[in-house]
Nanobody
């Protein structure tokens, strides 16, 4: 079975940086999407940065382009957060789904397995 373990969340000042890590086990190599999503109370979960693992193909939410970077190390997924803003405050989740194509890699409802989440709080 697939298992995801997230770490790296915490408190950071606006303009600062944070690095989130998702360590995975039992995942399908090179035939999956992995991604980072975030959610705040009262709002829908949104994709932050995702990757089609086979080709390291990435996508980013418009709100984080130029500030966040997602990277792969084998089947682990790293989110580098730079120049963070108070509106980045959320619970951040790592997710995985098996797929042979990159379609719908940013749709949270299509993902099969989720990590426990790690809280990110940005102070102004």
């Amino acid at each position: 079975q697939v298992h995801l373990v997230e770490s790296g969340g915490g408190s950071v000042k606006a303009g600062g940086s944070l690095r989130l890590s998702c360590v995975s086990s039992g995942v399908t190599l090179n035939s999956a999407c992995m991604g980072w999503f975030r959610q705040v109370p009262g709002k829908e979960r949104e994709a932050v940065a995702t990757m089609f693992l086979k080709y390291f193909e990435t996508s980013y939410a418009d709100s984080v382009k130029g500030r966040f970077t997602v990277a792969r190390d084998d089947t682990d997924l790293i989110l580098e957060m730079n120049n963070v803003k108070p509106e980045d405050t959320a619970m951040y989740y790592c997710a995985w789904r098996r797929t042979y194509i990159s379609d719908f890699c940013t749709i949270s409802a299509t993902f099969d397995t989720w990590g426990q989440g790690t809280q990110v709080t940005v102070s102004s």
